[in-house]
């Protein structure tokens, strides 16, 4: 494992994916970065954090034998890495809201962006981007969503131990994709999927407020929500949230 260490860049992944354009880039290459200046969340979404108190890393994986068509589970491995690895801190109410934010109850804590590069129909390498909200103390007015590891337990982590934490889990899951232990992936995510068959008020992307419960992922990774008519609706990334009253 290669681990480049910055101390401010635009983007962890941003400069991931160029240094893999350019040259032969060693699987399960890390990069970390103190600060971001350009963080980058789902669909063009922002990422904002405080110079040195969190954990912004991107890690460079190839994959063989992959298909496009199941690409949820690297989704599935990812997202579970993080989980387990801040279980062990004995963080209270964790799940994860789909695709792949990590909760405290209500309050985000980790954020994942995953960009994959594909050949025909296989998915052969992938930049996944990871930020962890850790020792920060407070977050801007407009993010009352956003929590820390510090606000939750109130006290500070060590920043390097988080990360070689995550990795070690993040290279067991990546075991399980590499021997297609989908079900085994499935089920453990579903297990910890906020809101899984609990009723919801979502609302859509025209914001049409409705009633419904989570009940799964679908084969191409949309969320899979009954409806009160007990109809299942598929939804794609920003295609559904939920609703705040």
Do not use: C
Not at 194 to 199: A, D, E, G, M, T
């Amino acid at each position: 494992m290669k681990i480049i260490k910055l101390n401010a860049i635009d983007s962890t992944n941003s400069f991931l994916k160029n240094m893999v354009s350019k040259v032969v880039v060693d699987d399960f290459t890390v990069v970390v970065a103190k600060t971001q200046t350009k963080g980058r969340g789902q669909i063009n979404s922002e990422w904002v954090v405080e110079e040195g108190k969190n954990l912004t890393f991107s890690v460079f994986s190839r994959f063989v034998g992959l298909n496009i068509r199941e690409h949820k589970y690297l989704n599935f491995s990812v997202s579970l890495s993080v989980f387990q690895a801040l279980k062990a801190l004995r963080i209270p109410n964790l799940s994860v809201k789909w695709p792949n934010d990590i909760l405290s109850g209500n309050k985000k804590i980790v954020g994942i962006l995953i960009e994959n590069t594909l050949k025909g129909n296989d998915l052969v390498s992938s930049v996944i981007g990871i930020g962890v909200n850790v020792n920060q103390a407070s977050f801007p007015e407009n993010l009352p969503n956003a929590s820390s590891i510090k606000m939750i337990l109130g006290k500070e982590f060590d920043l390097e131990t988080l990360l070689e934490s995550i990795l070690m889990k993040l290279k067991d899951y990546f075991n399980l994709l590499e021997k297609k232990e989908y079900d085994l992936l499935e089920k453990a995510y579903l297990k910890v999927l906020y809101k899984k068959n609990v009723p919801t008020m979502f609302k859509n992307s025209q914001n049409t407020l409705f009633m419904g419960k989570i009940i799964g992922v679908s084969k191409s990774g949309n969320l899979q929500i009954e409806l009160e008519n007990e109809t299942i609706q598929e939804f794609g990334l920003k295609e559904v949230s939920f609703a705040t009253l």
